[in-house]
């Protein structure tokens, strides 16, 4: 007892400002979600252990939390284990469920539970918490919220257009700036592979690509070899590393370079679907840019792949990105349920909207009217008429107790209260009271117990 | 691979339905939390387990959930308490995070953390889940939502006032029939248990008093002589088993029975400030009721004290309930911090309202409209116009690939589609488009690119 609390590393407290925000984003998010036709579902935090393991690499499994058996947990202990310190060895004797570690697996056990009561094509969306064991660091943290939505069910590249008009829709509510949508198909990186003869190292030759950003090419053709890509495979890569011109202009070269029966055709055909049709349906706020370097390390990927930029101006790494895969639930029996799916990276679009100061004010007009408390009958009088407000959809508090004019005021303005009701003694016998305008310093008087008065009243209260 | 996935015992999955209505119903909630001027805050999902421990009394300690540490956890375990696998003593040095379980622990942790930043009093309000290593059973679960409001800092009763009217609000906006909420002081009953002569007993007292409505009177004297509360005790006690009339009328006995200088007068006049000042305002949905066996176990109560019941005729417990304690923060270092709160019992208020079918019908129209794919050409028109009707704020999608007539209509009705879009080739030559009102079979035909008859449509699709 009397410890100093504190708060475990990684995690976070949110303050009412920030939880305001974060619903406010949470929101948009979740209304375009609706308006193309998503629906929410959640799952349970944890998940038995054996579903997540295995899942998600090595270093995913390190990275699961695992929840210790209740109740006297070592009775059932694995003694070999035990006795010889194996902590990895004693882990699923002590431990049957573990946190959820993304959104993707559980909606894929849900799909397959409940295969029986679902319409597909299935559209799901998703805004929980997932929690990895990542040593924090600045904007890494070990709860955090995971924003997805998918479709499974149907390999119609409608679905692709659809979930890239929900990013435009979302980011353009949001006020972004424009944004960048990096688009790339593992077809087509699967037959550069083809076309250059390394079609046997294309994870080698996906994942060094994928590090053009950083390294350049002179660091990616250097790790191109190292992983036994050899120089004549790097030679026939060259026009693929100078393609200029407009994602339509970049497919086309790109269409001219493959064989006919290429892989890569498919995935041209698909993104030359995508550019024309969403060309045609106006985008707002996003615009594509076919870019061959972008793999998205997820292994389950198979189509189209994309990811969203930060804004021009803005450092930060990707804030959403998705794909499509074959085969998401094979792994819990139900095979060839081929999807695709969005995310949108919630914690990092909060830290562009706050760059951008781009979250609307209203949000911290959280107090619309303070009454004064000054008296027992005063604050009854005063009470009636915050229940006139409340239910014409203010927020009204009154000061809870009898204090000095200038302490309640005090606290009014802490709490970013628009309006002061003063309504005292003389006040009272004379059957009116008094609005401040906190902001203009404005006081406003008007009538008690007049239903004409109400509606005046309320259209100053929303300065209308 | 391939196995059969579960889910983890008394954890749950939310289909879209449930999500829904869970939404609608903490969106209610939310609503008067704020109209109130109470703000939302919200903390980890884990927090240390010291932070937590000894919180909750031994059975407490038992059900929290503990996280293993990560990595090799064995290496810095307790040596002599696992050579004795001694489960209890090996604890703490191999896990050291553990789930919330509950919302005030953290609110206290909260308070003490940020105290610097806060305006006493501060009303805050927090919907998360909570964890508990339960036996699963009907209406019992492991991960359940919490869904409190506190003030902190404040002891006016007109605090009590307000949380009340909250409960009223909510109720009211839900629908509900008239609900009861019991009312109880727990100064009342440390001076009802010295009017009998035994202060010393009054835990004992107190819990027994609270079993009346289960096992009856004679059942309630039966186990007070068990626990050394004397025959004569049990005599002077009769007068206030037969407390009669309305609230304020049993107040009046009880101020008659008690001394002046009884703890239970201050019990008394608080409990009919709260019956005065609510008359005054006029309840709705809710109606008070003085009940001298309500106790609610948590030792941390220290005035008034408060239980909603499930509305006549409906078989439930309590759907909610709170209180005022004096010293929330104590245990954290920061003293005398007086407050009080409520808390509303989300899943079994959603029961409730399931079996009094009252949640709103239109939380089940997921999508208005349902766009027939009927080629690419069409489609990209349709998709044109679900852009309009998106923006006016409706749901709509485009079924996913061209496909027979039939499967389509059968997928809108399976969706629950209110309206089907049918903009087939032959449409589309002569300029205009079908909308099928799916509840009652009838076509509407609407002219395409048509401003004019753009409101006359949305009209239409809203059934204004």
Redesign the interface.
């Known amino acids: 007892?009397?410890?100093?609390?504190?708060?475990?590393k990684g995690?976070?407290?949110?303050?009412?400002e920030q939880?305001?925000r974060r619903?406010y984003l949470m929101g948009v998010i979740r209304k375009?979600f609706?308006?193309?036709?998503f629906?929410?579902?959640?799952?349970?935090?944890?998940?038995?252990l054996?579903?997540l393991m295995g899942q998600y690499g090595e270093e995913g499994d390190?990275?699961i939390?695992?929840?210790?058996n209740?109740?006297?947990?070592?009775?059932k202990?694995n003694e070999k284990a035990?006795d010889e310190?194996?902590?990895r060895g004693?882990?699923s004797s002590?431990?049957e469920?573990a946190?959820r570690y993304d959104l993707t697996v559980p909606f894929?056990?849900?799909v397959?539970?409940?295969q029986n009561?679902l319409?597909l094509?299935f559209?799901?969306y998703q805004i929980q918490?997932v929690?990895r064991?990542d040593r924090p660091q600045k904007g890494r943290f070990r709860?955090f919220y995971q924003c997805d939505a998918d479709?499974v069910g149907?390999?119609?590249l409608?679905?692709e257009?659809?979930l890239l008009?929900i990013y435009d829709?979302v980011f353009t509510e949001l006020g972004m700036p424009s944004i960048k949508v990096k688009l790339n198909h593992r077809r087509l990186l699967a037959g550069i592979a083809q076309l250059i003869g390394e079609e046997k190292n294309v994870v080698a030759f996906t994942v060094a690509l994928d590090k053009l950003d950083k390294i350049g090419r002179e660091g990616v053709e250097k790790e191109m070899l190292s992983k036994g890509i050899d120089a004549e495979a790097l030679a026939k890569l060259a026009p693929v590393f100078e393609l200029q011109g407009t994602g339509l202009e970049k497919l086309a070269s790109l269409a001219d370079m493959c064989p006919k029966d290429s892989p890569a055709q498919q995935g041209i055909e698909d993104l030359k679907f995508l550019y024309q049709?969403l060309n045609?349906?106006q985008l707002k706020t996003i615009s594509l840019d076919i870019d061959l370097t972008l793999a998205r390390g997820l292994h389950y990927y198979t189509g189209v792949i994309f990811e969203v930029s930060a804004p021009e101006g803005v450092k930060m790494g990707s804030i959403g990105g998705g794909g499509r895969y074959d085969d998401l639930t094979?792994?819990?029996?139900l095979k060839d349920l081929s999807g695709v799916g969005i995310s949108f990276g919630l914690d990092r679009i909060y830290l562009v909207l706050e760059e951008l100061c781009l979250f609307p004010e209203a949000l911290d007009n959280?107090?619309e009217v303070?009454a004064l408390?000054l008296g027992e009958e005063e604050?009854?009088s005063a009470?009636?008429l915050l229940?006139v407000f409340?239910a014409a959809?203010?927020?009204?508090?009154?000061y809870?107790?009898v204090a000095r004019m200038q302490k309640q005021f005090k606290?009014a303005d802490?709490?970013g209260a628009q309006w002061v009701l003063i309504l005292g003694t003389e006040e009272r016998e004379q059957n009116r009271f008094l609005l401040k305008d906190m902001a203009k310093g404005e006081q406003h008087e008007f009538a008690l117990d007049s239903d004409q008065g109400l509606k005046h009243l309320l259209k100053v209260l929303r300065n209308d």
């Not at 995690?11 to 009412?16: E, G, K, V």
């Not at 094979?330 to 029996?333: A, E, I, R, S």
């Not at 959809?393 to 009154?398: F, I, N, V």
């Open positions: 007892m009397g410890q100093k609390p504190n708060i475990s995690t976070r407290d949110f303050n009412p939880v305001r619903d375009h609706q308006s193309f036709g629906q929410p579902i959640e799952t349970p935090s944890f998940e038995q054996s579903t390190r990275l939390f695992k929840i210790l209740s109740g006297d947990y070592l009775s202990a035990l310190r194996d902590s004693l882990l002590i431990s469920k946190l894929a056990r849900y397959v539970m409940h009561e319409t094509p559209k799901r918490p929690w064991a709860e479709v149907s390999n119609s409608w679905q257009v659809e008009q829709a049709t045609g349906l094979g792994q819990f029996g959280t107090l303070l408390n604050a009854m009470m009636k229940g409340r959809g203010l927020s009204a508090e009154l809870p107790q606290y802490k709490r």
